[in-house]
């Protein structure tokens, strides 16, 4: 058996290969001894390990564990992905949107760094937290379907009321922008705040990538990261301010685990 663990911020990625098969599980980060536990009940696996908890993790479990840099092993894992999809890329941006946000640029068989945000998904959790005292990951994520945006995000049609707009008029201008004109006169629930919050998480999110795609002249922008699971609104702004912008946007099922796939494939190759 060989397990490949991303230990990320937020959460464990597993990925089991095992009779030529990839079982996945993950666990949150703050439970990163019960995997312990679980690693030193299969003694004889191959454990390769990545992310920013690889090296405690490493240093609670018996086996000599290989361990990769995080972004050479989230991008060995989405071209083992793509090759299984049959799926040619040549030039792209990808962007992880984990707990922070991490975006590169691929040229064939290399990754650079092209940047990164803090937005992400711990600032959805966070501040939805904040503006709602809601802090399940489901909840937010089904609350944030029912919300309206229109009464908190300003967009550019707002300013231009009825004018014609140089810019489409479904842009948003000022997140969080429409507030005060509204306070007045509308009650801003749950559902409307945390879709807010996804809005400017996927914005932001959305704006740095393709920022870095236009810069390396890429077409494709490929999102992967934990963020987007069982979560259609973020996945949806994403898209669609993707594309009115020009690019392709493009996930990987499964992304999430492309640097525990990663370093497993990463070790093999060694
Ligand atoms: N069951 C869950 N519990 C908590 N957060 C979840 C869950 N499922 C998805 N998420 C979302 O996924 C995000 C973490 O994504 P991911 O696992 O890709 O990041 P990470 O690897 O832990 O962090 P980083 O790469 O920044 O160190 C969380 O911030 C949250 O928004
Ligand atoms: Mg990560």
Redesign the pocket.
């Known amino acids: 058996m060989k397990i490949g663990i ?8 597993i990925a089991i290969y095992e009779n030529d098969t990839f079982t996945f599980r ?1 666990e ?2 703050t439970d990163i001894e019960k995997v312990a536990q679980w690693l030193k009940t299969v003694p004889d696996a191959t454990v390769a390990l990545t ?2 908890k690889a090296t405690y993790l490493n240093s609670l479990i018996p086996q000599d564990a290989f361990q990769s840099i ?1 972004f050479d092993a989230t991008f060995r894992g989405i071209q083992s992905f793509l090759d299984e999809k049959d799926i040619h890329l040549n030039k792209f941006v990808f962007s ?7 975006i590169h640029f691929v040229d064939g068989q290399s990754q650079i760094r092209a940047g990164g945000t803090g937005a ?3 600032m ?2 966070g501040l939805s937290y904040l503006l709602t005292g809601i802090s399940d ?2 909840t937010i994520t089904e609350k944030a379907l029912e919300g309206n945006r229109d009464i908190i995000d300003l967009k550019v049609k707002h300013i231009y009321k009825g004018d014609k707009t140089p810019i489409p008029g479904e842009l948003t201008a000022a997140n969080f922008g429409n507030v005060l004109h509204n306070k007045d006169t509308e009650q801003f629930t749950d559902a409307d705040k945390i879709a807010s919050v996804l809005g400017i998480v996927g914005e932001t999110v959305t704006t740095v990538s393709i920022h870095a795609a236009r810069e390396f002249g890429a077409e494709y922008v490929v999102y ?4 987007f ?3 259609k609104l973020l996945q949806d702004i994403v898209v669609n301010y993707t594309k009115l912008r020009n690019f392709k946007p493009y996930f990987i099922e499964n992304g ?1 685990y492309s ?1 525990a796939v990663g370093t497993l494939r990463l070790m093999e190759e060694k």
């Open positions: 991303d230990a990320g911020g937020t959460l464990i990625k993950k949150k980060s992310g920013g995080e992880n949107v984990g707990t922070g946000t991490s992400g998904g711990g959805m959790l990951f489901h992967i990261g934990s963020s699971l069982e979560n999430e640097g």
